[in-house]
């Protein structure tokens, strides 16, 4: 069996002394791992980043096997964020998250054009944050776990949505909430803006909104946590 299909490394696990399991989000085949030998010479290192985007041929005898990858470089993102910690880190928890949040080999082009468009505003701009936490209420539409933000879960109404319910992951507005707001998730205003950016605090709201669904629907059914790459960002954009 064989395919080719574009990818971004999500992550690289040495393997004996020379090869690799990388793990690739692709656009047509999902997230989709195999062995890449030859994986620790000085060309591959840098090929194998993730982040980095790749053409990638994969080969495998039975469609269940690990089979091996073939990776050729098309756009080196990891290179343009190498020397900016926080966008390091906004890198690193992305592919943590799609690496474990994903099933394998079950195809999700949305998410990967949303992890594209993200790498890109990643390496080119500053308001990075806000797109961050937009892909990941992306990725939680996708695997079925979307928040209503449209309008008022109370009282059906459409403004001053200023909370989400932790529980069923519907907005509140700013009235309505008044009564248990303590209890209720912020609801940042730049999610509600088509291309909207959020200043630190609200994106760090928006990463604890996030966050919470993420664990709640992804992580906790199998008892576990957020990748640490995504816990040390949200620590890092507090820096």
């Given at each position: 069996m064989e395919w080719s299909d574009d990818g971004v490394v999500v992550s690289v696990r040495e393997h004996g002394e020379t090869s690799a399991i990388v793990?690739?989000?692709t656009m047509n085949?999902?997230?989709h791992a195999g062995l890449v030998r030859g994986a620790a010479g000085k060309r591959m290192r840098g090929v194998l980043q993730p982040g980095n985007r790749v053409k990638a041929t994969w080969r495998a005898r039975?469609?269940?096997?690990?089979?091996g990858l073939t990776c050729e470089l098309t756009d080196s993102i990891a290179a343009g964020v190498i020397g900016d910690r926080k966008k390091l880190a906004g890198l690193?928890?992305?592919c943590a998250v799609t690496e474990t949040a994903l099933p394998e080999r079950e195809p999700h082009p949305r998410v990967f054009n949303g992890l594209i468009a993200l790498l890109l505003v990643l390496a080119e701009s500053e308001l990075w944050p806000s797109a961050y936490v937009k892909w990941e209420l992306g990725l939680l539409?996708?695997?079925g776990f979307g928040l209503d933000l449209s309008r008022c879960a109370a009282t059906g109404r459409g403004d001053h949505l200023t909370y989400v319910s932790p529980r069923t992951g519907r907005a509140?507005?700013?009235?309505?909430?008044?009564p248990y707001r303590e209890r209720l998730l912020a609801l940042p205003s730049f999610l509600l803006e088509e291309g909207g950016a959020g200043s630190t605090a609200e994106v760090t709201q928006g990463m604890v909104l996030t966050g919470h669904f993420l664990e709640r629907h992804v992580y906790a059914p199998g008892h576990r946590g957020l990748p640490a790459a995504r816990v040390r960002l949200v620590e890092r954009m507090a820096e």
């Open positions: 793990s690739l989000l085949h999902g997230k039975l469609a269940e096997h690990l089979g690193a928890a992305a539409a996708e695997l509140v507005s700013q009235l309505a909430a008044e």
